[in-house]
């Protein structure tokens, strides 16, 4: 914590303190500044000119739910790319879930209308519904939520060799995107593009992801703050856990590989996700200007929700504690219901406050438990109640 403390997101860069909310907006802009250049690559503009289109309508999930298939379109800059939203049959507007997915819409949910694209992921196209589970559509359906996802791959090839022409076409005069702000910059067009349907809640969107598409729903809700809240379940280095790591857990173990992912271990892996300033403070990450307990300030007052899983110690969830603590006195300080947590919750158990920390038993995953807990965590937020079928 105390490589942590040294950033403090509430003093800028000049050394003065932020003393209002209206001084914490300018900070808020200098950091995302500071973690563009060193981080994530630059912020590809605000989505300008979205609208759905090509869209199709179905029945689903035995009567209760309504598909829609669409092409998300954005005028500047220039995009195109599938979204898959699946709402209750019951009039809205409806609290939703947006996230990204890894292997292709066609795989959250097991139904024939659903279009299987050209892209897939690198490693082999999974078939239809085979990620269900990881999904839990139905599950939120029957509690009253719309479920939106977009394919990353639909995007952004998720290969370093390949990646490369999609980042061009999102490129500004600063320089390209890695990878995750592309992402993150898909996530805001979508959320943008749904507030078109009458069956969606604008005001009650949710950015959810797992893995590197927590990372990305973590920058997602930094950048674009009409999204309601974010869930970030085990989103690791890059994501919610520092980049500054606490030296046990980077000594390497038996085989090799360290407690925790390091900055080195992931730029050197996947370089495409990231600016390359981020590969060049691999070993001086006490040199960097920013770490991510200022990524979760960014999100601040509105609900976070930082997922963890016992096993998962890779993604570092001891880290991800260390963040939150960081980053709740900024939520504190522009009036959000953060009480002093201290101890890390028990397996099962999940903290009081609009910045919250979930643990449970298990490893690097998503199941339909996690969804369920998601939920309740979201029914208890201001607008995040669905309302009753009707």
Known sequence: MSS?????????????PVPDATAWDRRRHE???????????????????????????????????????????????????????????APG??????????????TVLDHPAVTVHDRYAVDGAAGRGDHRDSWDVAGSVAAGYAVATVFCGDVVQDHPDLAGPDLDALATPAGR????????????????????RPEVDPSAVTVVGHSRMGKAALVASGWDDRFAAVVATQSGTGGASPSRKAPERCVPGPDGRPEAETVKMITRRFPHWFAPAFAGHADRTDELPV????????????????????????????????????AAPVFRFLGADQPEVVDVPEPGQTTPGTLAYGLRPGGHSVTREDWAAWRRWCACRPGGEPQAPR
């Open 291 to 326: 770490d991510q307990h200022q990524l979760l300030a960014l999100s601040a007052p509105r609900p976070t929700l930082l997922w963890n899983g016992t096993e998962d110690l890779w993604a570092d969830p001891a880290g991800t504690w260390d963040c939150l603590q960081a």
């Open 177 to 196: 995107p890695g990878a995750l702000m592309a992402w993150a910059w898909a996530l805001s067009a979508a959320r943008a593009a749904l507030s078109s």
């Open 31 to 89: 950091l995302r500044r500071l973690f563009e250049a060193h981080v994530y690559g630059p912020w590809p503009g605000d989505p300008r000119g979205v609208e759905l289109v090509s869209v199709t309508e179905t029945s689903a999930l035995d009567g209760t739910a309504r598909l829609v298939e669409a092409q998300v379109r954005v005028d500047s800059p220039a995009a195109t790319f599938p979204l898959l939203l699946v709402t209750p049959a």
């Open 4 to 16: 942590l403390a040294d950033l403090d997101p509430l003093t800028g860069t000049d050394g003065r």
């Open 93 to 106: 507007p409806h609290p939703c879930f947006l996230g990204l997915n890894f292997h292709g819409n066609h």
